[in-house]
């Protein structure tokens, strides 16, 4: 599934996949299976995407490009595969989850596989500096989600530990997609800006996820709405509520929290789903979002204008107004 | 706890377990708990002691070695704190594990963060070439967990597949013990020579530690005796008595295998060590592991005369000569 506004660069998320593909095959039969499934479907690459889009614009080798965009992809899913069995989910990205087809044991190890596999493509780049980054992302990742499991169910939920999750677990890896390439380029001058607009980006992108959890249906999404509370996570959305003194939503998720996510009826659900709607809750927290997206349209000024300059305004607009 | 003739370099190892420590700290209060507890109790150190003891043979700087030794103790413990979720496991090295204290969730995601910190050590050796063998190392842990997850409790076992997972598992992470302070030395002429002792050395290790499964108690190994089969693992003296059609180890194997583990009495344990002791399938193993020690000891001729060398000597005596 490629993005309409990414078909300018299709050719080159081709080549992350067939990276991808390539470097998880295995001649052990055991293997096979596992990696043939996890190639079904593709997200919506938008962190190759970044990748190759800067990479273009510093004029790095698509070759290096697609490797920085194939090791960043697939760190991010081998996290996904990781989250799935945390989560104990079933579906993702309408697919079978590898827990739900294997057990648990083999897809941890399936997690860990495609995690080291990362790590042997990110060598080939055979640089350092890049080296360095990409293990600092791999450490936040999991901090990241070490803090929010640790976290979990916390009544009340605090905000800024909200923020320091959501830093770690997607804006340190969109910065490093963003930021890569320039790195490979030699390219310094502009570093610190690029890594604040892939950082910005992964926030504003991670608010929108999560606005999107209470608006966003089964069939958009390929997952059911209403699925972070219940696993002890409180969003901005609800956070911004909590933090307005709104006592039916705080009622609704304490109760929830307190049951360790088993108590959320229909009723609770479209009356919190409301109140976040019609006080606000969520247009406040969609418009930080947008406000985030805004300054990384001024970075991008500072960029000479090319087609793929134009692509990136194209995925910063797409990412804040993704079907609310 | 530092194996008596590991005395000499015990300042280098408890630099190692310094360095472990400071990297896997955390300002995070989520986080420090799990650290406090894998810092409790070490192993025998044996990995980084072979990356210490090579490094002096060839002039490394202590500095490196140990922070070659850090990245390879910590990758395997990493694997090991997956392996007890993956089996289980209440008990490892006389101390409860991770995931009997917390739940299999927090126990995955800090074998991660383990393995990510990893990582960030080995990059700071700031050498391709390492961090190549490294990527190559992690890949090759995992891949040949899966495979010994993948075939658990398929009758007949296969001796070729078990000499493969020992390989993966073991061989390549002892291999690169000894080879990596040859890599960051620029010593190439004895690479080859190296890799292939520490490979021999990994295996040999694993196959003693597989017979001691059959004979060593849990005062002197922390972990109850026969905990293989139930877990559906055939280890060599049982796979060469296989091989020798020995009907009544085939037929109790067979019942464990085909029960998932549950059938396993003692009348039958006791029946099946007898066996494999009396009728000499222990000592086959063992002698095999003893053959390859010896090629070893060939190959240390090639290095001069040392107190490291001595050091090594003694290791390998020590692999094989454990309380058997």
Redesign the interface.
């Known amino acids: 599934m490629t993005v309409d506004f990414l078909k300018g660069i299709s050719k080159e998320l081709d080549q992350v996949k067939d990276l991808i593909s390539e470097r998880l095959n295995?001649k052990?039969p055991?293997?096979a299976p596992?990696v043939k499934h996890s190639l079904k479907k593709t997200g919506k690459m938008l962190r190759p995407a970044f990748a190759i889009l800067f990479g273009k614009m510093v004029n790095v080798e698509d070759e290096r490009s697609v490797k920085i965009g194939a090791t960043l992809e697939l760190l991010h899913n081998s996290t996904l595969v990781?989250d799935d069995?945390?989560d104990n989910a079933d579906i993702r990205r309408g697919l079978k989850t590898h827990n739900s087809i294997w057990d648990?044991?083999?897809t941890?190890?399936?997690?860990?596989?495609m995690?080291?596999?990362a790590?042997?493509i990110?060598?080939e780049l055979?640089n350092?500096e890049v080296?360095?980054v990409?293990?600092?992302v791999?450490?936040s990742?999991?901090?990241g989600?070490?803090?929010q499991?640790?976290?979990a169910f916390n009544f009340p939920p605090d905000k800024n530990t909200y923020f320091e999750i959501i830093r770690l677990k997607t804006a340190v890896l969109f910065s490093a997609c963003c930021s890569l390439p320039l790195i490979v380029a030699g390219e310094r001058g502009l570093l610190p800006l690029v890594e604040r607009f892939g950082e910005k980006l992964g926030i504003a992108f991670q608010i929108v996820d999560d606005c999107l959890d209470f608006k966003a249906d089964l069939k958009k999404l390929g997952k059911p709405k209403l699925i972070d509370l219940p696993e002890g996570k409180a969003t901005l959305p609800v956070l911004l509520a909590i933090d307005n003194n709104e006592k039916r939503v705080i009622e609704i998720v304490q109760g929830v929290f307190e049951s360790n996510g088993r108590v959320f009826n229909e009723r609770e659900k479209k009356e919190l789903v409301d109140i976040l709607d019609k006080k606000g809750y969520l247009k406040e927290a969609f418009n930080y979002a947008k406000s985030l997206i805004s300054e990384n349209m001024e970075i991008l000024e500072r960029f000479e204008e090319s087609v793929y300059k134009d692509t990136l305004l194209k995925v910063c607009d797409f990412i804040v107004g993704r079907e609310f």
């Open positions: 295995s052990y055991q293997v596992l990781h069995v945390i648990n044991t083999i941890v190890l399936y997690g860990d596989y995690f080291s596999t790590m042997n990110a060598v055979e350092i080296l360095k990409i293990a600092n791999s450490k990742l999991v901090t989600e070490l803090i499991n640790s976290n």
